[in-house]
């Protein structure tokens, strides 16, 4: 299993996604943004969180024209599975991978936390092991999480099967941190191929450091 | 040629950013703002002397970096 993180400027949770994946026995290699290609053998390429290009302009605006991206377009054009976790999500709805957009948190802050998440939809390689309904617990960190798609964008998606995870309290009722369209907190592209979430499963490996409940969200991009 | 783009959230789409000004304006006594919206403003100075051209290239940048087309509109003037 090849997994290829790429790092921008500005990118901060390379090495974590890096440690997370090696840990589960991948074989795990940066790649610069510059880069014109990724890794012939890739199976899996992550976009990591990070302030790619100090935000500037926008979240995310700016890291799509990266010399990368045309190759990471084509990868997932090709069917090949893409994660994008927070500032990776904000590449994604940009480059138009996924759908939606990203606008500052609803309180205009930034919030950085361990949430509650609820399953809504496993049917999928990344959710693969666990459960519809299943609350799990692992950080958010972000400034601009605030999810946005219109009415009937939100239609397809949940006919399509394409929002996987909520944000929630503990039991798994609705609980909204930052104004996102109906507490959304992860989706898919209609293929099932290219993920993109605002939490960060690469943080929450290790029971000890507060939560492994990350660990069959990465796992599942690893099988199938 | 200077040409000022002004970038703003569509109607409809709830401007966090407004809101929280709009809160603090209301704080502070100004009881007469009834609705804030806060956008961009990108100045540019254009090498180019015909005012349709610029503009039309102008238009490409906002559809392709300036504005996310999602959930902003842009206007183009031409100071």
Redesign the interface.
Known sequence: MKVSVVVFPGTNCEMDTKYAYEKLEADVELVFHKDATLPANTDLVVLPGGFSYGDYLRSAAIAKFSPIMKDVIRFANEGGKVLGICNGFQMLLEMGLLEGAMKRNSNVHFISKYHHLRVINNENKFLQKLNIGDVINIPIAHGEGNYFIDEQGLEKLYSNNQVLLKYADENGIDKNPNGSVDSIACICNENGNVFGLMPHPERAIETLLGSSDGVKMLQGLMEG | MKIIVNIQ?KEG?????G??VHHALSALSFNEVDDVRIGKQIVMQVNETDKDKAVARVSEMCEE??A?T??ENYEIEIA
């Open positions: 959230l789409v709830l401007d966090p950013q809101k929280a970096l300036l996310n999602v959930i």
